[in-house]
């Protein structure tokens, strides 16, 4: 592979592959089924396969389509287990490498970015990369000053490849709709295709790392590297050994589970109240267990700025979702356009379908498996008209914290991990913790008295 495929009609190409494989194995699988196979073997035999596919074409795309291959990744807890074994290697290869660029493009590329003598602020630089992301990969090396170092490397074309993908992408939604039945593919991809953008611009994420590596600065729990350099389509940044989470997800003991678990559950409700800023792309490829213990953490291109203001709605949300009766229930989501107006819901449905998906922030510790993963997902994907999920709105503000928490929570499945949720919750989620009686959440002209020392908590 010379280049990210940059023309549409060579990557809408690729992605034709797609439906056409699936239709072969479909008929294969007709043609078996009448020679006396189970249908129920043929069925995973086609879905193991349609995977497999799947994940090959959208890794050597790279780009949107590969971001939407690790997001999709993240919902492997969710399958039944007689499909989600065979995916799982695939899913993890998909999660940590792709197909690399070769080294001229590579150097080209530092080249545009920090000048014809690029190479000369580095001692060492290697050509191999050591990681692929959905719209770059990453090269390890050793900077002037001497500091082991991760230099992220955009692919050229990157930015014209993305609108073609989503536009392909979103004509396929009934093809995954083999691996996830149900799951609302055109408005993942809509989210997806405007954050995917922001993380184009390099200048943009380098900001958002430095401000969480400052507010997480000396931090007992968490290690973010640092920026050293940036410029153009290239990043520079502190070098981070250690175990990907994805690693512990296949082979940790069930204390490496719950210990990484509860870290990275911790540093996704932490951040908002800590810098600001929500990590918004957790799949396990950006989190690392290092040998002292930390949880490491990459990758800050897809962030979601959290005011005060909002942090305590949410919280204030999520506490009258776990506490409080039908009624004030319904009124919270309505008051956050989670119900739009005019739009009447069965009361007693919603709270049915509430409780079980709240319960990891009623009790004490909460277990969280597979299996209950899989049922929250069969209640969410359920399209049955009587389904209350399909009365339900998301509104904007709320569209990167549900993907954050359903990936997230995904991520802990696949953990297999039990820990405190509920108190994690009240220390870092502002409004969660308040008394009932509590005063209505500060308005804009309150944030500017919120000082640093107030959101540090």
């Given at each position: 592979m010379s280049d990210l495929p940059r023309r549409a009609v060579t990557r809408s190409a690729k992605l034709a592959t797609l439906p056409l494989g699936f239709a072969g194995r479909t008929a294969l699988g007709v043609g078996k089924r009448t020679f006396g196979k189970p249908a129920e073997a043929v069925a995973v035999e086609i879905q193991q396969r349609t995977a497999e596919q799947?994940?090959?074409?959208?890794?050597?795309?790279?780009?949107?389509?590969?971001?939407?291959?690790?997001m999709l990744s993240i919902f492997e807890a969710a399958l039944p287990p007689e499909i989600a074994g065979p995916y799982r290697a695939t899913l993890t290869r998909l999660q940590e490498a792709a197909p690399p660029l070769p080294a001229a493009t590579v150097h080209q590329v530092l080249a545009n970015a920090l000048g014809e003598d690029w190479r000369d602020r580095f001692q060492e630089f290697d050509d191999t990369p050591a990681a692929a992301a959905?719209?770059?990969?990453?090269?390890?090396?050793?900077?002037?000053?001497?500091?082991?170092?991760?230099?992220?490397?955009?692919?050229p074309g990157a930015g014209k490849a993305l609108l073609s993908d989503f536009n392909q992408l979103s004509r396929?939604?009934?093809?995954?709709?083999?691996?996830?039945?149900?799951?609302?593919?055109?408005?993942?991809?809509?989210?997806?295709r405007e954050r995917v953008a922001e993380e184009l611009d390099y200048t943009v994420e380098a900001e958002s790392q430095r401000i969480v590596h400052e507010a997480y600065a000396d931090d007992p729990d968490f290690s973010i590297p640092a920026v050293v350099a940036q410029a153009g389509d290239v990043l520079?940044?502190?070098?981070?050994?250690?175990?990907?989470?994805?690693?512990?997800?296949?082979?940790?003991?069930?204390?490496?589970?719950?210990?990484?678990?509860?870290?990275?559950?911790?540093?996704?409700?932490?951040?908002?109240?800590?810098?600001?800023?929500?990590?918004?792309?957790?799949?396990?490829?950006?989190?690392?267990?290092?040998?002292?213990?930390?949880?490491?953490?990459?990758?800050?291109?897809?962030?979601?700025?959290?005011?005060p203001e909002f942090q305590y709605r949410m919280g204030r949300?999520?506490?009258?979702?776990?506490?409080?009766?039908?009624?004030?229930?319904?009124?919270?989501?309505?008051?956050?356009?989670?119900?739009r107006e005019g739009v009447t819901i069965d009361a007693e449905a919603l709270h049915a379908f509430l409780a079980p998906i709240t319960e990891p922030f009623v009790t004490d510790t909460f277990k969280f498996t597979r299996e209950w993963l899989r049922d929250m997902a069969a209640r969410v994907t359920d399209l049955r008209p009587t389904n209350v999920v399909r009365q339900l709105n998301l509104p904007p503000e709320y569209v990167i914290v549900h993907r954050v928490l359903s990936a997230g929570t995904g991520v802990l499945c696949q953990l297999e991990c039990e820990i405190?949720?509920?108190?994690?919750?009240?220390?870092?989620?502002?409004?969660?913790?308040?008394?009932?009686?509590?005063?209505?959440?500060?308005?804009?002209?309150?944030?500017?008295?919120?000082?640093?020392?107030?959101?540090?908590?």
């Open positions: 799947l994940f090959k074409v959208l890794g050597e795309l790279k780009g949107g389509a590969m971001k939407l291959g690790q959905s719209i770059g990969q990453v090269h390890r090396g050793v900077w002037e000053d001497g500091r082991a170092v991760a230099v992220k490397v955009q692919y396929l939604a009934k093809l995954f709709a083999v691996l996830m039945p149900g799951l609302d593919v055109k408005s993942m991809l809509a989210e997806l520079v940044t502190e070098w981070m050994d250690g175990v990907p989470l994805s690693k512990i997800i296949t082979d940790g003991d069930q204390e490496e589970r719950d210990h990484a678990a509860l870290l990275y559950c911790r540093f996704l409700l932490s951040g908002p109240r800590r810098c600001g800023l929500l990590h918004g792309d957790p799949h396990p490829g950006n989190f690392r267990v290092l040998d002292d213990g930390r949880l490491g953490v990459m990758d800050f291109g897809a962030v979601d700025r959290i005011a949300l999520l506490r009258i979702g776990t506490m409080a009766g039908i009624d004030e229930i319904e009124d919270a989501l309505r008051r956050e356009d989670f119900i405190p949720a509920r108190a994690e919750s009240l220390r870092w989620i502002s409004g969660f913790a308040d008394d009932p009686d509590t005063p209505d959440a500060p308005d804009a002209a309150d944030e500017d008295r919120l000082d640093d020392d107030e959101l540090a908590g």
